[in-house]
């Protein structure tokens, strides 16, 4: 038997065409799918209405819709491919993708937010960011002075999260937080009219989501900061007067030229 086998082998064997894998060995792969990728504007109201409206659209569409005492938390120019990071105020974000949303006109409300992705009772957004690649970092500013800038990427997950908690830091109100792709100039305004303006290289960078950041404008007791953007030129005669070379400083009262604007 075992001759004949021999045999049959020699004269009918031809080389393995197929190769044996051990379930270990097989590599998975996550099929995505195609998403079309094309220009939208981003809406989302203060009170968690979230619209997604094409150029045309929005050419065409005249007046944002809101409910009676809502009214724009913040707009972004986007693509249908990016994902979107909610900021709420219970120091969580919410992850989705752009393109899990219908196009949408100015003349309906839009999808509720907080429905859609599952806010806590109560909770309500706070900013909104939209990003392909993660780049960039985010300058969140406090009511007690203090700043951060976190790279976009700590809010990168290899795992399909939703929900982030312990987004950013809660020793403090959020005053604002801005998304940055390169240096930019910020103003700062106290409840006691302080100001400052502020390069944001001069604000330390965290890997911490919610790190406490460091004191940039010094408030004394009761003051807080209660204002913080991007600089517009011409806001002040002399800007120079206002600007910071060093942190921490205690900003500086408006300039007499300034007072008569």
Known sequence: MIKQLQEISKKYGKPRKTQLLYPDEIEQIDEEEEVDDYAVTLFL?????????????????????????????????????????????RHQVYKCKVSEFADSKASVLGE????????????????????????????????????????????????????????????????????????????????????LLLKSSLIPEKVTRNANGVTVLSVKSKNTVVLAEPYQAGTFVKPDGYRASSIPVSGFLLKEADKKK
């Open 45 to 89: 109201s203060k009170a968690g209405y979230f619209k997604k409206i094409t150029p045309l659209s929005l050419r065409m569409g005249g007046e944002q819709k809101y409910k009676e005492g809502d009214e724009l938390l913040c707009s972004i120019d986007s693509d249908n491919a990016a994902e979107l990071l909610v900021f709420t105020d």
């Open 112 to 195: 509720f937010l907080p429905q859609k992705l599952g806010f806590d009772a109560n909770e309500v957004p706070v900013a909104m960011f939209a990003t392909r690649d993660y780049s960039g970092y985010l300058a969140f500013f406090f009511a007690n002075g203090k700043a951060v800038r976190v790279p976009v990427n700590a809010y990168e997950t290899k795992q399909n999260r939703k929900k982030l908690i312990n987004a950013y830091s809660d020793a403090a109100p959020l005053v604002s937080v801005y998304h940055l792709r390169e240096d930019a100039e910020f103003y700062l305004r106290t409840s006691n009219n302080r100001h």
